[in-house]
């Protein structure tokens, strides 16, 4: 029986251990299709995605040299390493919006003006745009994380890491900034802790 979006989001966990089975290339396709179909604004879907399989490579994200020597990350069955296109970001927005534009898609007041708006985001600054980009890279990475659940898979996100000596090992192009990366594997854990949540009155405004 498939397992509903309800079910996969209360058995997501960030999963740290895993077996040593390999991923299949259709497993792979299925998470990244999941990305693929998130949004994003102005349906620029700046998110680009490098999978490392390599033995070689996933003991070295494991080190000091990648990521403060999160050592466990050595036992994955792949790195998603998770990158923001920033070079792309800008002129696919702008043609979104455009066709949105023309196509009566979004219309209106809203639409008014939308050149000099999208002229705006082109000159806005680096890291304003790289905000931008991981903000809508995260929300695919969000689908990745619940249909790995859904697969019978395990991710952990992981923010510790360094930018420019996985560049460096990669090859990964100038316009591209590292928003994280996703490590993903079966997950081969002796005990899942209760995960701790703030409460809703806390988080509820008003
Ligand atoms: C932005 C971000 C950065 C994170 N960085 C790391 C990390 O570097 N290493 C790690 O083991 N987990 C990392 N995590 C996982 C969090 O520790 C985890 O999501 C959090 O403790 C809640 O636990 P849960 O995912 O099991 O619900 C990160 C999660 C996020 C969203």
Redesign the pocket.
Known sequence: MTMGVKDAIAA???V?AFTKDKLTESEIRELLEAARNAPSSLNSQPWRFLVVTDAADLAWFGTSEA?RK?AWLAGAAAIVVCCADIAHYVKDSQSAAFFYRDNDIITGETMDGIDAYVAREAVAAEQAKFGACAMNTALAEAFIMLRAVEMGLGT??????DEANIKARFGLAEGLRIV?ILAVGRPDEPEVHP?KRKSLDEIVLG
């Open positions: 997501r966990h960030s740290r990521t999160q952990c996100w992981v923010g510790m890491f994280n995960r």
